[in-house]
């Protein structure tokens, strides 16, 4: 399998831009989490999906934030406007149940100026 | 109260070192625990489970105290790959909550 995939693995933009990033689960598993993590607040959780339905994104830290999983393949993040103060490094995990083992995906190294 | 706590470190040793690292989780209905190591620029990856009788994979040692709500991971003979940040894992009713990593340098 090739493990959890996400991109793009950089993002470099302007604030008030819209960024969207993306992320393959490993097939068969049924729940997807969205991370972000910093060197101040370490691996925080956003939002996580079981079964493609959103069961909790009170992690989401405000209306600029949302996330969508359409299928069982795919997942989006997106954030709009941009701010500064999003730049993080944002990680997609999948695992089979909500509270087994997670995989990462290498992860997206945001950076809004 | 954070649910997982660990010493952020940084713990520096000497190669061959035995080194030791505590985590504790407030949530006691947790159910499973693990060890994942984070390299530099890296993703988490799972080191081990932990599981209630404690343990041992090669260099490695997880243990689980229940009554005090602790996770223990000791590593024997450091080697300097061991270098990497070390993130303790509670679960329960909810996904995986990570504590914030405990950073370990094995020194030459």
């Known amino acids: 399998d090739a493990g959890v995939i996400q991109s793009p693995r950089h993002e470099v933009t302007e604030m008030g831009q819209e960024v969207t990033l993306r992320c393959k689960p490993i097939?068969?598993?049924?729940?997807l989490f969205w991370y972000r993590q910093t060197m101040m607040r370490g691996l925080e959780l956003l939002i996580y999906?079981?079964?493609?339905?959103?069961?909790?994104d009170s992690g989401m830290p405000e209306d600029r934030f949302s996330a969508k999983m359409p299928n069982a393949s795919f997942s989006t993040l997106k954030i709009q406007p941009s701010e500064p103060r999003d730049s993080a490094v944002y990680f997609c995990?999948?695992?089979?149940?909500?509270?087994?083992?997670?995989?990462f995906g290498a992860g997206t190294r945001l950076s809004v100026l | 109260r954070k649910e997982v706590e660990q010493d952020p470190g940084p713990f520096n040793v000497p190669e061959g070192a035995t080194v030791a690292f505590n985590c504790t989780y407030s949530?006691?209905?947790?159910?499973?625990f693990f060890w994942y190591r984070q390299d530099c620029r890296k993703e988490p990856k799972l080191l081990m489970s932990?599981?209630?009788s404690g343990n041992e994979d090669g260099r490695f040692t997880a243990q689980l105290n229940r009554a005090s709500q602790y996770i223990s991971l000791l590593i024997r003979d450091s080697k300097l790959s061991d270098s990497a940040t070390y993130l303790c894992?509670?679960?329960?009713?909810?996904?995986?909550?990570f504590g914030k990593g405990t950073r370990l340098s094995v020194i030459a």
């Open positions: 932990v599981y209630s």
């Open positions: 894992v509670a679960s329960g009713n909810t996904p995986l909550v």
């Open positions: 999906f079981n079964n493609n339905v959103p069961i909790d």
């Open positions: 949530n006691s209905a947790s159910q499973s």
């Open positions: 097939s068969g598993h049924n729940s």
């Open positions: 995990a999948s695992s089979l149940l909500a509270g087994n083992i997670q995989y």
